[in-house]
């Protein structure tokens, strides 16, 4: 099941850029972590990347992408619960309430911080978004003890979030190491641009993976939940 995750996730990627206007691999990476937990979701997050690069290329940057697929598949698998079949299309907006809340109560005291203590920053777009909004991530695992329901809205808005955010987070962090070529380079205003000038292509990429969970993610995962009953992955090992 790894191979074949691994497998679907390089082709969905791979077909994301020249054909299809959605994020298939990113969005397969956190429904493996999803149906299988977070261990699956790190080895299929980092092996299909690795997979991927000898297609798109080769570098350092595939570390960095490993690991940011890596962590996705990760985060996941600790976040939501086991799948529901009966109720494929279940929507508990109560969930929703208290990790959304928090992420834009943070956001919204990024904003504050901006107009308090600018720092000759020209816009607000940039660093604290992502700094803001990961504490606002860990406020809502907090607030939200109980596992999320996988139904295509909180897909789709976990999948926003994370992916912007956690993913754009440390590519934008890779990109002030990878294109550094002395530790002088190495500057608090060389990475608030990168933030910056990073800023609409993590959402671009962060909303075309949540456009491809919220069509196709409760359809696959209810395929991957039929096959984990199918070949007993559910069986508790008997002592």
Known sequence: MIAILSAIT???????FPILPIQAGTGMVIISGIAFGPVVGVI????????VNFFTGQGIWTIWQMFAWGLLGLIAGVVFSKIDIEKPRSRDFKVLIGPVSAVLFMEVLAYISYLIWPNSEATF?????YVFGFVGLIIGAIIQRKRMPADDI???VFTLFVVFIIYGGIMNLGTLFMSSMSAADLSLDALKALYIT??????????????????FGNSVLIKLERVKIKYGFYRVRQV
Do not use: K, N, Q
């Open 10 to 16: 390089v082709l969905g990627d791979l077909l994301s």
């Open 44 to 51: 299929v997050g980092m092996l299909a990347r690795f997979i």
């Open 125 to 129: 777009i940039g660093w604290r978004i």
């Open 154 to 156: 909180t897909l789709a």
């Open 198 to 215: 990073g800023a609409p292509f993590d959402l671009w990429h962060a909303f075309r993976a949540s456009v491809f969970v919220f069509i």
